[in-house]
C-alpha cells in the first residue's frame, strides 16, 4: 500500500510558508500501515498538477492532495480533478448548508453568501464528498483505475480533522494493509560515526524486512528500527529480539524508547495521575511555558495559571521578588529565579512552582550577565533547585530551550514521586 | 532560470522529522531571482534518487539535493552521484584535514579517525567540492548538459551555511537571472471571500507579469503580488502603481506592507512610539498572547506582563474577578472579560488592559457557554469594549483566533491615538 503526498501552493516554493501538513499526514498513513514513497510541493499551476498526477497514477495507491481549495482565484485544485477525471462541478447541497451554517454562527445572523462563499460547495459531480467540520471547504475523494485521489483544504486545522476523522478511517476500513512496527532507541552521549562502529556487527545481522535510521541531534541519535510486513507476530518478536540484542551493547547510552509523546503530555500525565499541581513565573519565556502546557488539552487540572512577569516592577510588585535582591545580583540571577518559583507557588497554592528569568536578547536588560543567560529554579514541596545555562542566541532557540529544559527539571523531579 | 529541490530521508517521508531545509533554500533562491518549481521528498533509495534526478534533467537549470550524506550505511547520496554521473570516489585531502581538524577540537586531542569518519573525505572525482565549515560533509556541485546537480547536508545549520556561503554567491556569479518583486499587503479584520470579491475588479486588471495570492490566517488575509521580468523599471514601478490602486479600494483594511510585520510588530512600533503601555489577563489563550507579544524584540518597552488565570480560583485571587459575577454570569462570559481587563490594567497599572476568557474545548468549564465561545475585553484609559466570539473547534483554532482578535481590538484603539 503506497502514497504519494502533493502540496500545492506558490507560498511554499518562495519558502513563504513551511509545509506542516505532508509530514501530518505521512504520520497518520504509517500509523496504519499506508507507505509514503513521495511528498511533492507544486505551483498553482493546472499542467504542473496533472502531470505530477500522471506521474503518480499506477504507481501508488493513494494521491493525497493538500491546498488550493480556498474562494479566491489563486486556487485551482478542484477545477484541475475536473480535468483529470473529465467531470465537472456540482453544488453539494449539505456543504452549502454546511457554509452558510458557519457564517450565521460566525456573525450571528443569517444572511445572503457571496458567490465566492456559495462557489465552496461546487464540488466535482462523481467525487466522494468528505465532510469539513472545522471550515468551509469539503474534503475530495475520486478513483480512478486502481488510484485514489484525495482532495483536502491546506489551513492546518481543516486538513488534520478531515485525516483524522475521514480519511485515515476510510482507509482503514476498505484496504488490506502491512503491518508497520516502528521502534525508535534514544540514545544520549556519543556521536553517529563512534555509535555506528560500535554496532556494526548488529546491524549487519539485520534481516531484510527491518531497515535501520540514525537521527543525530545535537548531543544524542535516535536509531529507528522500521520493520514491515504481513506477518505480524513475527515483526513484534524478531523487533524485541534485536532491541534485546543491541541493549547489550550500548544499554549504558540508551535513555529511552518512545519517540511520540512530547514532554508536557508526559508530564501532564504524570501530573494528573500524582494528583500534583504547577505554577509558573515568567520572565525571558514570556508566557511560553504557559502556552506550552496548556496546549495539552486537560491541562486545567494541574496548571493553575502563570504571572507573566515582563517588567521588573511586576516581579516585585505582584510576585514579590524582593528589590534588594534584585538591587544585589541583578534582576538575571539565581536569586531572583529562585525568589519567583518559591514566591509563586506559593501565591497559587501549588506543589510546584518554576521561575525562569534570563537575557533572551537580542538587547540586554539591566544586568551583569551576557545574552543567552537563563536562570531556571524549580520550588517542589521539600526544596528548590536552580540552574544556570547559556543558550547564546537567536532569541527564539533562547525561548524554546528554556522551556524545555524547565519541563527536563520538573520531570526530573516529578519521577521520583512514589505513586 | 528554474530550480528543482530534493530531500531524502526515509524520516521525513513517515512523518518523524519535518522538512525545514527545503523552505529555506527555497526562500534563498527566490530572493536572487532563481524560480523553485518543485519540491520533493523521498527516500534513501538509489533508483528512486536516479529516477528523479532523469525527471529533473532539462527540465529545470538547477537541482539541490539536501540529506543522505552523513557517516551512517543509512546515508546513499555520494553513491547516487557516482551512478549519475559515472564517476567514482576518491578521497580529498582538503575535507579530510578538515574532519581531523574538527575532531581534535571536539576532542581536545589529535587521534586516529574511524573509517566512518576518513570516508567523510570520499567524493566524486568529477564534482567541485563545497567547503562546510560547520561539519564534516562537503557539498558538491556536478554539471550534466545544462543541469547543475548539488548535493548538501541535511543538517539544518550545516546546510545554511554552505547555502549563504557557497551556493547562492556560486550562482549569483555564474548565471543571468531575472528580477523579482515580491509584495505583501496586510489586511485585518476582512473575510478572504469578501476581500475578494471587493478587488474582483482591481484583480483582474493586473499584467499578466503579475501573480496575486490570498494567504489567509486567523483574523487576517496576506495579499502577495509577485513580478518577474527582465525590465527592473517596469516591474517595479507597474508594481508600485497597481498597490497605489488597492489602497485607493481597501485603504480602511490594510495594517501594513512589509511581510515580515506581523501584527504583533506593528503594535509594537506603535505603542513604543505612542509610548503607552500593555498588560493582558489570560484564561482559554494560556499566556499565548504573552508569548506572541513577547516573541518581540524591545517588548519590555510596553509590555508589562500578563496574569495567565488557568484556574477560577486565580480568577479571583489575583484578578479580583468578584465570586459573585462569577456566579451570577459564569466564568465564560462578558462581565468576568471586562473585570479581567480592568483589573489587569490596575494591577500592572498600564494604559491598556486585554481580558480574555472562554472556552477552548474540547471539554466545557462551568459555564452555559457552548465550546468555542470567547470573551474578549480592551480596557483603554477611557472606556472598556467586550466583544463575544464564537470560534468553533479544535481548540489550537480558538486560541490561535482569541489571540488575534485580542490584538485587532487593540489596533484599532492604537490607531485612534494622535501623535
Known amino acids: 500500500m503506497r502514497a504519494a503526498i502533493i502540496t500545492i501552493g506558490d507560498e511554499i516554493l518562495i519558502g513563504q510558508i513551511l509545509d506542516t501538513n505532508s509530514g501530518y499526514i505521512a504520520k497518520a498513513l504509517d500509523k496504519i500501515g499506508v507507505q509514503t514513497v513521495e511528498m511533492v510541493s507544486i505551483s498553482d499551476d493546472k499542467t504542473h498538477i496533472l502531470n505530477t498526477f500522471s506521474k503518480f497514477q499506477d504507481q501508488v495507491d493513494l494521491v493525497i492532495v493538500t491546498g488550493g481549495l480556498g474562494p479566491t482565484k489563486d486556487d485551482v485544485t478542484k477545477k484541475t480533478f475536473c480535468d483529470y477525471f473529465d467531470d465537472e462541478l456540482v453544488s453539494d447541497p449539505k456543504v452549502l448548508a454546511h457554509v452558510e451554517d458557519l457564517f450565521e454562527k460566525f456573525t450571528g445572523k443569517r444572511q445572503p453568501l457571496l458567490q465566492t462563499n456559495i462557489d465552496q460547495a461546487l464540488v466535482p459531480s462523481k467525487a466522494t464528498v468528505l465532510f469539513n467540520h472545522f471550515g468551509t471547504a469539503p474534503g475530495l475523494w475520486m478513483q480512478k483505475d486502481n488510484t485514489v485521489f484525495m482532495s483536502l483544504p491546506g489551513v492546518p486545522y481543516e486538513m488534520k480533522g478531515l485525516i483524522d476523522q475521514e480519511i485515515i478511517p476510510k482507509i482503514a476500513r476498505e484496504y488490506k494493509r502491512p503491518y508497520i512496527v516502528h521502534k525508535t532507541i534514544l540514545t544520549y552521549g556519543m556521536g553517529e560515526s563512534l555509535l555506528a562502529d560500535k554496532i556494526a556487527g548488529w546491524e549487519n545481522n539485520l534481516p531484510e524486512f527491518i531497515k535501520l535510521a540514525y537521527l543525530p541531534s545535537p548531543g544524542r541519535v535516535r536509531l529507528r528500527l522500521s520493520a514491515r510486513g504481513m506477518d505480524k507476530a513475527l515483526i513484534e518478536k524478531t523487533i524485541e529480539q534485536k532491541v534485546h540484542d543491541l541493549t547489550a551493547i550500548i544499554g549504558d547510552i540508551i535513555v529511552g524508547f518512545d519517540d511520540s509523546e512530547t514532554i508536557e503530555v508526559m508530564l501532564g500525565k504524570q501530573l494528573t495521575q500524582k494528583g500534583k499541581t504547577i505554577a509558573t513565573a515568567e520572565s525571558c519565556t514570556g508566557g511560553k511555558i504557559a502556552q506550552v502546557l496548556t496546549s495539552v488539552p486537560g491541562s486545567s487540572k494541574y496548571y493553575k495559571g502563570s504571572i507573566v512577569a515582563y517588567h521588573k516592577q511586576i516581579k516585585t510588585e ?102
Open 318 to 419: 505582584m510576585l514579590g521578588v524582593r528589590p534588594e535582591t534584585i538591587a544585589q545580583h541583578s534582576v538575571v540571577s539565581a536569586q531572583v529565579a529562585i525568589e519567583m518559583a518559591q514566591n509563586v507557588k506559593k501565591i497559587l497554592n501549588t506543589d510546584y512552582g518554576i521561575g525562569v528569568t534570563g537575557n533572551a536578547g537580542p538587547t540586554t536588560d539591566d544586568t551583569p550577565e551576557e545574552i543567552g543567560v537563563v536562570y531556571i529554579a524549580l520550588a517542589t514541596p521539600h526544596e528548590t533547585v536552580v540552574e544556570r545555562f547559556n543558550f547564546g542566541q537567536p532569541r527564539e532557540k533562547v525561548i524554546d530551550r528554556a522551556v524545555s529544559k524547565s519541563f527536563e527539571m520538573l520531570q526530573k523531579e516529578v519521577l521520583k514521586l512514589k505513586d
